[in-house]
């Protein structure tokens, strides 16, 4: 019988260098007893799998023969944890902090509504010489996907994660089956993960208007599954013309591309959508929105409002 009370969770494809270098940073966690990690291989053809099976025996390696996405992984690493605390990581990030599972467990305990701690993250390839901060513990609206932490309870509380959405939009959607079920999302700063990527050069990445698809398209869907009727032909409005305003405007024609390509997702899955609607009340959107937002980003110069 698995007596874990932690698990590690990645998902990973065809990023073997970056796994390798995340699984060698967290070894220390991976030989504590009370710990598992779990990592799902969602159809890499790169030897992923292969250098898990011969490398770490340690790891529970789950296999899927041809890609399903991101969202369908994470689904399958939740299912598969009988420990009490979920950590998820990307497989280009890693935790930086000193004693991150007696943080976890110390505020699980003190904070019984607590079903997610969103992490601190870096996200660059270096990181910054001060890693001190000023920040307190903040109650927030959602989390990000690369670092944080589930209280297993609060998961098997709500629908698992949407895994037609693809990519994007999974944090967003349980943050808001978790907020209607009174559990609550909590920033706690002094977990630090560090996310070893160059925002900044995404835009010029081959998948760049495949992302920005995939994001407007999973905002808009949200809106559809929750939103009250009467908000939703403002938000669409304004993100289109935030997009316009900010990407099209000025020659971004791949964002052109995705937002038509977005607009064309909604209308294909407008039945499903519909049927998923699990919608906020007027006074419980007002008081969603009161929440402090998502803190995504972390850089030294951040300082608690």
């Known amino acids: 019988m698995n007596t874990s009370k932690f698990s590690i969770l990645i998902t990973t494809k065809n990023r073997l260098e970056d796994l390798k270098f995340t699984l060698n940073l967290i070894s220390y966690l991976l030989e504590k007893d009370n710990v598992e990690c779990i990592v799902c291989d969602d159809g890499s053809n790169d030897g992923t799998s292969e250098y898990l099976e011969e490398n770490?025996?340690?790891?529970?390696?789950?296999?899927n023969k041809e890609s399903k996405g991101l969202i369908f992984s994470r689904n399958r690493l939740l299912s598969k944890t009988?420990?009490?605390?979920?950590?998820?990581?990307?497989?280009?990030?890693?935790?930086?902090?000193?004693?991150?599972?007696?943080?976890i467990e110390h505020f699980f305990s003190n904070n019984s509504s607590c079903a997610v701690i969103a992490c601190r993250i870096f996200w660059g390839k270096e990181l910054p010489n001060k890693l001190a901060h000023e920040l307190e513990?903040?109650?927030?609206?959602?989390?990000?996907?690369?670092?944080?932490?589930?209280?297993?309870?609060?998961?098997?509380?709500?629908p698992n994660y949407p895994d037609w959405f693809i990519f994007y939009g999974e944090e967003a959607f349980a943050s808001y089956h978790l907020f209607k079920k009174r559990w609550e999302v909590w920033y706690v700063p002094n977990i630090l993960v560090q996310h070893r990527v160059n925002v900044r050069s995404r835009k010029t990445n081959k998948d760049y208007g495949l992302r920005l698809r995939r994001s407007l398209r999973s905002g808009w869907y949200l809106y559809f599954m929750f939103y009250p009727i009467k908000?939703?032909?403002?938000?669409?409005?304004?993100?289109?013309?935030?997009?316009?305003?900010?990407?099209?405007?000025?020659?971004?024609?791949?964002?052109?591309?995705?937002?038509?390509?977005?607009?064309?997702?909604?209308?294909?899955?407008?039945?499903k959508?519909?049927?998923?609607?699990?919608?906020?009340?007027?006074?419980?959107?007002?008081?969603?929105?009161?929440?402090?937002?998502?803190?995504?980003y972390w850089n030294p110069k951040l300082k608690s409002k």
Not at 56 to 63: G, P, Q, T
Not at 82 to 103: C, F, G, K, R
Not at 286 to 292: P, V
Request: hydrophobic fraction near 45%.
């Open 231 to 271: 908000n939703i032909p403002r938000k669409l409005a304004y993100t289109l013309w935030i997009q316009f305003k900010t990407k099209v405007f000025k020659g971004d024609f791949k964002a052109l591309l995705a937002i038509f390509g977005a607009i064309i997702n909604v209308i294909f899955n407008l039945p």
């Open 82 to 103: 009988t420990s009490d605390y979920a950590i998820t990581l990307d497989d280009d990030a890693h935790i930086v902090s000193n004693n991150p599972l007696e943080v």
């Open 56 to 63: 770490y025996s340690n790891i529970l390696l789950l296999k």
């Open 137 to 158: 513990n903040t109650k927030v609206k959602g989390f990000v996907g690369c670092g944080h932490v589930w209280r297993m309870d609060a998961w098997r509380d709500i």
């Open 273 to 296: 959508l519909l049927s998923q609607r699990t919608a906020f009340s007027i006074y419980e959107l007002d008081q969603y929105n009161k929440l402090h937002d998502t803190i995504i």
